[in-house]
């Protein structure tokens, strides 16, 4: 079992851009919840994905958005890049809202 | 709101002695505790769950709730326990909120 998986590992873009990171979830989870961590900061929740829904939103604008797949799959996106958007940005999947959440390595975001 | 607070970014201790890290959270429901880490290149993963009381790699955290506190303690430190550590939160709204992380080194 590979885990969480999400793609890809490194990203640059620049100031203004659109950006979309993927997960897909440990085999047999279905809720996936994305994490934003800044540097020297714990992680910062953006939203959860239940049933293809968005069930819970962290204080982030709308410019971040997501989705997710029948798959259980999920991708976040980022419209408008700004400066502050520079982050890890980590994918956690769990067996139902309520359970143990196991996380991935990140996708690095990097904006110029 | 919700919140945790690490008082200390950086704890360095000898091997062999005891190590506290400290977590104080912020919450007027019924909390659900964690402790997450992360080892060098390695992934967040979790430690311990305040419900399941269990003891992972020696390390035990007891949640006390007239202090807010969820200290993770362990008697002995081993060099292989310096990692980043993270108290986090779980409020009815299944979201995780994360204190800022402690890094624990423990030196030979």
């Known amino acids: 079992d590979a885990g969480v998986t999400q793609s890809p590992t490194h990203l640059i873009k620049t100031r203004g851009q659109q950006v979309t990171l993927r997960c897909s979830p440990k085999?047999?989870?279905?809720?996936v919840s994305w994490y934003q961590q800044a540097l020297g900061q714990g992680p910062q929740f953006i939203f959860q994905y239940y049933e293809e829904e968005e069930r819970q939103r962290g204080n982030f604008p709308d410019r971040f958005s997501g989705h997710q797949f029948p798959n259980y799959s999920s991708e976040l996106n980022v419209n408008a890049l700004l400066l502050g958007d520079s982050a890890l940005y980590l994918c956690a999947s769990s067996l139902a809202p309520d359970y143990g959440y196991t996380f991935g390595s990140g996708t690095r975001l990097t904006v110029v | 709101a919700q919140r945790v607070t690490q008082p200390e970014k950086l704890l360095s201790v000898f091997k062999g002695a005891p190590v506290e890290l400290k977590c104080n959270y912020s919450?007027?429901?019924?909390?659900?505790l964690f402790w997450y880490v992360q080892y060098s290149r390695q992934r967040l993963q979790l430690l311990l769950r305040?419900?399941s009381r269990e003891s992972i790699k020696g390390f035990t955290a007891d949640l006390n709730k007239g202090e807010t506190s969820f200290h993770l303690k362990k008697p002995f430190a081993q060099e292989e326990d310096s990692a980043m550590y993270y108290c986090?939160?779980?409020?009815?709204?299944?979201?995780?909120?994360f204190g800022q992380g402690t890094r624990l080194t423990i030196n030979p």
């Open positions: 085999s047999g989870h279905d809720t």
């Open positions: 305040h419900i």
């Open positions: 986090a939160l779980r409020t009815g709204a299944q979201k995780l909120v």
């Open positions: 919450y007027s429901g019924s909390p659900e």
